[in-house]
């Protein structure tokens, strides 16, 4: 599997080098990776909240779901195949798992770089908390 990122990349393309994803796809920040795509990078979640719990995040940065265009269509598309691949990968793909977008105060969104939560390993509920 290849490494988190190009080091420098999320500098180098004018993005802010406080965002802690961008750092974090930039191996600034010590991550334990799961996939790693072209446009796409997967990492455990620090606190994890499952037995399986794993951010999907673009390389590049993009704010969150509330900003996001038809222009982000072939990495949103990447995004997801990489979700699939992790499903696979942590052994989810058979028994199901949930796929989370955070966004905005309510729904505690707290890291302001857009991640899809890859969820699973336990039986759930519905509606979440
Ligand atoms: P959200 O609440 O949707 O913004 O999710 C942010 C997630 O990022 C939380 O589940 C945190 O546990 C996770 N997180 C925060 N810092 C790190 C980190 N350094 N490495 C991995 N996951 C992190």
Redesign the pocket.
Known sequence: MAGPGTSGAAVASGIPNDC?FCR?VAGE?P?QAVASTPRTFA?????P?MPSHV?VVPRDHIDSAATVTAEHAEVLAELFTTAQQVAELEGLTGRGYRLVL?VGDDA????GHL?L?VLGGRRMEWPPG
């Open positions: 802690l974090i920040i991550s990492f455990r979640d620090i606190a909240t951010l955070n505690l969104n707290s890291v991640h939560h």
